[in-house]
């Protein structure tokens, strides 16, 4: 049985697309909260599961998905608007706020918050100068930002900084590649 093709226009496969990106990024903040206590190479009892990052550099397992939320927010904004984008983060922080243990709960919400801010400042101004840039720009600036808000509001301690840096930013790297292919498709397809 063969199924008819279904066509659709620009901006239905915009809002499409820019709903499946939305749900794959509310998506990553329960499995980020669920990998760092069940995930890893090392899991602490009480504590985090960890993961290799770089040889001898270790970060919280949960990293690896805050990499992708950070990037994925980026094409949420760019299929949805502007509105949608800032809809995400605050819907982001609530779960993340929901789903955080209790004694990491501020440090969790205001880490995704503000991170999350940060990477739609920087990208909302450099979107239209490349797409690539604008997510690799965003992305390290969010990445960072969310590192070391976390780490100081759950721990009063930047011990696993450069893994938490390392870990998100593989993520980052991991995904400009089908960015620069998604960018090349939306001008081909007339989405961008």
Request: proline content about 6%.
């Amino acid at each position: 049985m063969r199924f008819p093709k279904v066509r659709m226009s620009v901006n239905e496969r915009r809002e499409a697309e820019g709903f499946a990106f939305l749900a794959a990024y509310i998506a990553c903040i329960p499995v980020a909260n669920w990998m760092i206590g069940n995930v890893g190479t090392v899991c602490a009892p009480h504590g985090p599961c960890l993961v290799p990052v770089a040889p001898g550099l270790m970060a919280p397992s949960g990293v690896l998905l805050v990499g992708l939320a950070l990037v994925l927010r980026d094409p949420v904004q760019r299929r949805l608007g502007i509105v949608y984008g800032l809809g995400a983060i605050v819907a982001g922080a609530a779960i993340s706020g929901l789903l955080a243990p209790f004694s990491l709960v501020v440090a969790s919400t205001m880490a995704f918050l503000l991170s999350e801010l940060a990477d739609f400042a920087v990208y909302t101004p450099l979107q239209k100068r490349g797409l690539v840039l604008a997510v690799l720009a965003s992305s390290v600036v969010g990445l960072v930002a969310d590192s070391i808000v976390f780490l100081w509001l759950a721990f009063g301690s930047f011990d696993f900084l450069l893994g938490q840096i390392v870990g998100k930013a593989w993520m980052v790297l991991l995904t400009l590649p089908a960015i620069e292919w998604l960018r090349r498709r939306d001008r081909r397809l007339g989405l961008a």
